[in-house]
């Protein structure tokens, strides 16, 4: 099977931090299999250099960026709503923006960052594991609701490799690269729903014994044997307290790196 070679478009004001992230993208430090390119956060420009390439990930580097970079957030969730978007600035940088990039669950990178981490970060983003160093064990958590998925992230970030998806179909994206230790799946959502996640999970040669617990706001008799009869894991009804879950990952895969 071909590896899949992933598109990267960095945008914003072409200065040396652009130019830096450009040559760390492009070096040997860098394991993700990618095509990376620049590009100017002027909206004509932007929209020229966005169309032929459809990117998988768009980073803009909110260094000396105005409002009108709002124009850019605009335009990806019109034309390329599956597209992820991944932001780097200082606090200062990302203030001006904080409400739109919270309430939309935008992957945020602080500055001052180091390259390992800034690498790790977009990693995280395609569920990539590079080969290097010692390996932690990683949660995939899937669901809707963007403030969820930042507790869950907060909660658990320091012990395990947390992964995101805020959909069925990013999900399924993000398993064509790798495979987590465990799986937390929110069985109500928009389009492609737990239901039909799970059915493909365990039609697939690759994930068909991956670890899979169900989350779930249903709490009807009937609601919960249908949810049975798709064989996960286990479930957990929401609001679900987090010790539930921490104590549910750690008998799945570990203590995590904390108590390695």
């Known amino acids: 099977m071909q590896k899949k070679i992933y598109k990267i478009l ?23 299999p990618c095509m990376v390119q620049l590009c100017s956060s002027d909206e004509k ?13 768009v980073i803009l580097c909110l260094q000396r960026l105005d409002l009108s970079a709002m124009n ?20 200062a940088e990302y203030k001006p923006f904080a409400g739109y990039i919270e309430s939309n669950g935008i992957e945020t990178v602080y500055r001052p960052i180091d390259d390992e981490d800034i690498l ?25 609701d963007p403030v969820f998925l930042r507790t869950m992230r907060k909660a658990f970030k320091d012990k395990y490799d947390v992964y995101m998806a805020t959909s069925g ?12 230790d465990v799986i937390f799946l929110d069985y109500e959502m928009p389009g492609m729903n737990g239901r ?41 009804l929401k609001p679900v307290a987090l ?3 921490a104590k549910c990952i750690e008998e799945s895969v ?5 108590n390695a």
């Open 254 to 258: 570990g203590p995590g790196k904390d």
């Open 10 to 32: 960095l945008a914003g004001v072409l200065n040396n931090q652009m130019e830096s992230l450009y040559s760390l993208l492009s070096s040997d430090r860098n394991e993700l």
């Open 196 to 236: 039909d996640v799970l059915e493909k999970l365990r039609c697939s040669k690759a994930y068909h014994n991956a670890p899979v617990y169900i989350l779930t706001g249903m709490k009807e008799r009937e609601k919960i044997m249908e949810i049975l009869e798709l064989k996960p894991n286990g479930y957990f």
């Open 243 to 245: 010790y539930r879950l």
């Open 120 to 144: 790790k970060s977009i990693y995280k983003l395609f569920f990539f594991s590079p080969s290097k160093g010692d390996r932690v064990p990683s949660v995939l958590f899937i669901d809707d």
């Open 72 to 91: 850019i957030f605009a335009y990806l969730r019109r034309n390329n709503p599956e597209t992820l978007i991944m932001t780097i600035g200082t606090e």
């Open 45 to 57: 420009v932007f929209e020229f250099t966005i169309k032929p390439m459809k990117p998988d990930l």
């Open 169 to 180: 179909e990013e999900a399924l994206f993000q398993l064509e690269t790798n495979s987590p």
